[in-house]
T-cell receptor, first 115, second 118 residues
Framework: AQKVTQAQTEISVVEKEDVTLDCVYE???????LFWYKQPPSGELVFLIRRNSFDEQNEISGRYSWNFQKSTSSFNFTITASQVVDSAVYFC????????????FGKGTMLLVSP | GAVVSQHPSWVICKSGTSVKIECRSLDFQATTMFWYRQFPKQSLMLMATSNEGSKATYEQGVEKDKFLINHASLTLSTLTVTSAHPEDSSFYIC??????????????FGPGTRLLVL
């Protein structure tokens, strides 16, 4: 069975602070994919990143960066110099095989960035 | 990029009525569509996987007679909540998966439909 744990229910930061959202996963598959999605108040899910289990290179995209540690089954997400527009619920998700079979979502972390 | 639409975006209905939600892939063909439900401040829970031309596969605990799914074409899947009750009030999200030649398959999410049953 697959499981995704986002232990942080809610995080509050002040603008320009850096923030890290934690994600720990469990799977018996040797090949799997990890995702991060952003869900703003409007509700629509916004895709942020997909990473396969064979690629442990960290990735940076603008103010966003991801740290994939297979040894600890973690795929953490860091926002540098947070902005008010970053306020949203962030979901970590896991799927097996091809990458877009059934997605297992974590419970989400609500990020509140205040001015 | 690829777009998935849902209609309606909001629906309020009386208890006992049925509600149909449409999910359309606007610029690609989706052999598979997924239906999720999200209660307030909770995660997305997969309800069923819908393959074009065949019966949907429901997740454990989801009543197939309660949540009727039809995937009659490569661009349209519908979810009908039959005899809706207040506990069915939720945010329903669909996603559509496409296989693109030369690339990994990709899944796109619709904007969601908020259902309120009075």
């Amino acid at each position: 069975a697959q499981k995704v744990t986002q232990a942080q229910t809610e995080i509050s930061v002040v603008e320009k602070e850096d923030v890290t959202l934690d994600c720990v996963y469990e799977t018996r598959d040797t090949t799997y994919y990890l995702f991060w999605y952003k869900q703003p108040p409007s509700g629509e899910l916004v895709f942020l990143i997909r990473r396969n289990s064979f690629d442990e290179q960290n990735e940076i995209s603008g103010r966003y960066s991801w740290n994939f540690q297979k040894s600890t089954s973690s795929f953490n997400f860091t926002i540098t110099a947070s902005q008010v527009v970053d306020s949203a619920v962030y979901f970590c998700a896991l799927s097996k095989n091809s990458g877009y079979s059934t997605l297992t979502f974590g419970k989400g972390t609500m990020l509140l960035v205040s001015p | 990029g690829a777009v998935v639409s849902q209609h309606p975006s909001w629906v309020i209905c009386k208890s006992g009525t049925s509600v149909k939600i449409e999910c359309r892939s606007l610029d690609f063909q989706a052999t598979t569509m997924f239906w999720y439900r999200q209660f307030p401040k909770q995660s997305l829970m997969l309800m069923a996987t819908s393959n074009e031309g065949s019966k949907a596969t429901y997740e454990q605990g989801v009543e197939k007679d309660k949540f009727l799914i039809n995937h009659a074409s490569l661009t349209l899947s519908t979810l009908t909540v039959t005899s809706a009750h207040p506990e069915d009030s939720s945010f329903y999200i669909c996603s559509a998966r496409t296989a693109r030649q030369g690339a990994l398959e990709t899944q796109y999410f619709g904007p969601g439909t908020r259902l309120l049953v009075l």
